[in-house]
């Protein structure tokens, strides 16, 4: 099950990619949760514990969800780029239906 949940996160950010609904990038994504515009953050699970911490802080003081999820290639690999240590969903409704996936997965 774990798998095909995976499958569904990831493919869902792709998804949220072609609408140009994400950001990614340390700077970026830290950027769009300062503007009030990320509605979900994902942090790769190998992104530097730094980085990590960086998203938590960012993300608590902002009230954005924030979950550690997936590598750095395969958060790059959904959204058809090299690898990305984070990336944010700018779309309310995209990030809801992501969330529930994430909230899943961590049962």
Known sequence: ??????????????M??????I???????????????????????DASD????????????YEVPCFVYSTKEQLGHSIGNEMRASVAVTQE???SEIIKRLQESQN
């Open 1 to 14: 099950m774990r798998r095909s949940v995976t499958d569904k996160v990831l493919s869902m950010l792709g």
């Open 16 to 21: 949220s990619a072609r609408a140009r609904k």
């Open 23 to 45: 950001v990614s990038g340390e700077f970026s994504t830290e950027k769009a949760v300062k503007e009030g515009k990320a509605k979900l953050v994902i942090v790769a699970e």
């Open 50 to 61: 730094n980085t990590k911490k960086l998203f938590r802080n960012k993300c608590e003081f």
């Open 93 to 95: 409704g995209l990030a």
